[in-house]
């Protein structure tokens, strides 16, 4: 409201005070009112839920960013205070696929453990829904693999890939170069040749090794994933760690990042200029996702079981 004052009525010295009392009350009522709450960065996982008898796809809101770091939402006391989103970016490949609306329809156990792993929030019907096929059959967990793939999901526009992560095919010498890490962390390794219950100790070397599919970044970082032919395993019961696919980042020196890790997406989630790079696990009993974050320095895991 305009201030109007009648300069008959109040001397020249009155105006210049009733003016500045104006003003500070003014700025007072500004500072009183409260500021707009920015969106809290939420970053969740578009999925066709696995182990169910009917499958449906829904949205896991995963992991949100507070201050430096990513925290997963894995826990109810873990998410408190954390606002989920109604309206979803899908990504892929630094790309926008389009957006999405989800409803909350609560969570209620009794057993705290089935949190990270029940509590979904449900597609909202009737709306276009992006969709990519997973012809290749990965991302297989403790049940069968999904029939379409897993996409990310961000509370605000931001999937763009700056890191500019792309398909890559490993040279040879890299079976001999990463043998010895590879061997630290796969352990003995045995096979059944004669009887499925009886293992035999399986002298390996690196020509044994095979190669998943890996990747490499726009500054020559290269992430490299081999492993031996499960094919070889003849023993019954899950196969061990030795033909599971181990993942090293190789860039100034080999980094070892974890086994049985599948590349979902790269993104810059967060908007600081680097990508953060999210994958599917799966070992026993216990399926979920890693997301790496801070030139792969730092990771943070959402992972669940089944029983």
């Known amino acids: 409201m305009p ?8 001397g020249r010295q009155e105006v210049d005070d009733l003016v500045t009392i104006f003003l500070l009350v003014s700025m007072l009522g500004l500072l009183g ?12 996982i578009l999925e066709q839920t696995q182990c169910t008898q009917d499958p449906s796809v829904a949205v ?51 057993d705290a453990w089935t949190f990270p792993r029940d509590r979904l929030l449900l ?32 509370s605000r526009p931001t999937v763009q890939d700056p890191d500019r992560w792309k398909p890559y095919r490993p040279v040879d010498a890299l079976r001999s170069h990463l043998f010895e890490d590879f061997t630290k962390h796969a352990g003995a390794v045995s096979t059944c040749p ?14 044994d090794l095979v190669f998943f599919p890996s990747y490499q970044d726009r500054s020559g970082k290269r992430l490299v994933v081999l492993g031996l032919d499960v094919h070889r395993n003849t023993c019954d019961g899950p196969p061990g760690p030795g033909f ?11 980094l070892y990042l974890g086994s049985n890790l599948t590349l979902v997406d790269a993104g810059d989630y967060d908007s600081d200029g680097a990508s953060e790079v999210l994958f599917w696990y799966s070992g026993y009993n216990d399926d979920g996702y890693t997301l790496f974050y801070d030139g792969f320095r730092k990771h943070v895991d959402y992972h669940w079981n089944y029983h």
């Open 33 to 44: 009112q409260p500021r707009k709450a920015t969106a809290e960065l939420v970053l969740g």
């Open 194 to 207: 004669a009887d499925p219950e009886v293992p035999t100790p399986l002298a390996y070397g690196s020509r």
């Open 123 to 154: 597609v909202t019907p009737g709306q276009p829904e992006p969709e990519v096929g997973n012809k290749q059959r990965g991302f297989a967990g403790w049940c069968d693999p999904p029939t379409r793939r897993p996409l990310v999901v961000v």
């Open 60 to 110: 896991r809101a995963m992991f949100a960013r507070r201050g430096q770091e990513w925290v997963a939402l894995t826990s109810r006391e873990g998410s408190q205070g954390v606002s989920l989103p109604a309206v979803w970016t899908v990504g892929l490949h630094g790309k926008t696929l389009g957006r999405i609306t989800t409803s909350d329809p609560g969570f209620q156990t009794d």
């Open 3 to 10: 201030l109007a004052i009648d300069r008959q009525t109040f």
């Open 244 to 254: 599971a696919p181990h993942s090293f980042l190789l860039g100034n020196e080999a």
